[in-house]
């Protein structure tokens, strides 16, 4: 488990990476919940709002009305929601771009804490957010979340406990995403079967699970 009742995890900075506007909150939204509520800045950084993927008849600015609303579900100020226009499935092309922002971001928060894509995950733009995100956050701690329909290996290293009503508010979160309902995997019974799996393999009743990619201690 990572030790998320530590004093020394309050009052920290965290930065969540999210390569689309609703991965952060599927792959580690109870856990930004958990952080939220232990007191720490959390900040939401989105590479893209999918413009290209809204379904037909749908405003182009539906996905970034959405990840305010979800965000705002997991108590993350609107101050700190950052939502970058990159177009979506072009992130490879775009790695010195988007690294640039990252390194931004670092000299800006020098956060303890960031959260992003698993090192292993397929998806074009999500490798290239979880393999740029270690070279301009190396010097904090990362951990990888998980996003299981993208993965074809992943290694559960850490785990966050969650109790019922962090669920409920991610839940609460990925349902503001009404425009991709239509996804197999953004059911509530996926998302909570999900976290049920995660947390029988720790011995609780609810759990997140993470790839360690670093983490720094001191003592």
């Known amino acids: 488990m990572l030790p998320l009742n530590d004093p020394e995890v309050s009052n920290q900075r965290v930065v969540v990476l999210?390569?689309?506007?609703?991965?952060?909150?599927?792959?580690?939204?109870?856990?930004?919940?958990?952080?939220?509520?232990?007191?720490?800045?959390?900040?939401?950084?989105?590479?893209?709002?999918?413009?290209?993927?809204?379904?037909?008849?749908?405003?182009?600015?539906?996905?970034?009305?959405?990840?305010?609303?979800?965000?705002?579900?997991?108590?993350?100020?609107?101050?700190?929601?950052?939502?970058?226009?990159?177009?979506?499935?072009?992130?490879?092309?775009?790695?010195?771009?988007?690294?640039?922002?990252?390194?931004?971001?670092?000299?800006?928060?020098?956060?303890?804490?960031?959260l992003l894509p698993s090192k292993n995950d397929t998806h074009q733009d999500h490798s290239v957010v979880a393999h740029e995100g270690f070279r301009a956050f190396k010097r904090s701690s990362m951990l990888g979340y998980e996003l299981p329909w993208n993965t074809t290996e992943f290694e559960t290293t850490g785990f966050v406990m969650l109790d019922e009503s962090h669920l409920a508010r991610k839940l609460a979160a990925l349902k503001c995403y009404e425009s991709q309902s239509h996804r197999s995997y953004a059911t509530e019974e996926f998302i909570?079967?999900?976290?049920?799996?995660?947390?029988?393999?720790?011995?609780?009743?609810?759990?997140?699970?993470?790839?360690v990619v670093r983490s720094i201690v001191s003592i």
Not at 81 to 88: A, T
Not at 192 to 211: K, L, P
Request: charged share 25%.
């Open 192 to 211: 909570r079967s999900w976290a049920v799996t995660r947390g029988v393999q720790i011995g609780c009743q609810f759990a997140e699970t993470f790839e």
């Open 18 to 114: 999210a390569p689309h506007t609703d991965d952060g909150e599927f792959g580690c939204g109870g856990t930004i919940v958990r952080l939220v509520d232990q007191g720490c800045e959390v900040t939401y950084v989105a590479f893209s709002s999918c413009e290209e993927s809204i379904p037909d008849g749908l405003p182009r600015d539906t996905l970034r009305r959405e990840v305010r609303a979800a965000t705002r579900e997991l108590g993350i100020s609107s101050d700190n929601l950052i939502v970058h226009s990159f177009p979506v499935r072009r992130f490879p092309e775009l790695r010195q771009d988007i690294l640039d922002v990252m390194v931004k971001i670092n000299t800006e928060l020098s956060p303890s804490l960031v």
